[in-house]
């Protein structure tokens, strides 16, 4: 696969993946912060957001850090992630992902995050941090 170079940028917050029962209402913390996803199945109510607003008690998993792909990218677009996730599969480094409508974030442990940005600036991507 040809890796087609990302500018990737790091977010400055800790943040934490939750996980609610699916018929939980969206609690008010956790659109606290400047950055959240909530996103409702049939199955659970999961919640992204800022690791110091969860309270204790809510089966999350803490320690996240993000980066922001540069776009906005079109949607006829392709190998976007691809170009992304492949360095960090290769080495070793497990991942979040999320998209919006403009653009993608990739969620990867804080203590992987050095690993992380230099499997993707051995590959041609730039981090700005």
Do not use: N
Request: hydrophobic residues 45%; contains cysteine.
């Amino acid at each position: 696969m040809q890796i087609k170079p990302q500018t990737l940028s790091l977010l400055a917050d800790q943040l934490a993946v939750c996980r609610l029962e699916p018929q939980a209402a969206v609690p008010a913390w956790a659109t606290r912060g400047p950055f959240f996803c909530i996103m409702r199945t049939a199955d659970e109510l999961s919640i992204v957001c800022a690791e110091g607003v969860v309270p204790p008690g809510v089966r999350s998993e803490r320690g996240w850090r993000a980066f922001k792909l540069e776009g906005p990218f079109d949607f006829a677009q392709t190998g976007i992630l691809a170009s992304v996730l492949s360095p960090l599969a290769e080495a070793g480094v497990g991942v979040f992902a999320l998209s919006t409508y403009d653009t993608d974030y990739i969620l990867i442990k804080g203590a992987q995050l050095e690993q992380a940005v230099a499997a993707l600036e051995a590959c041609g991507h730039s981090v700005q941090r």
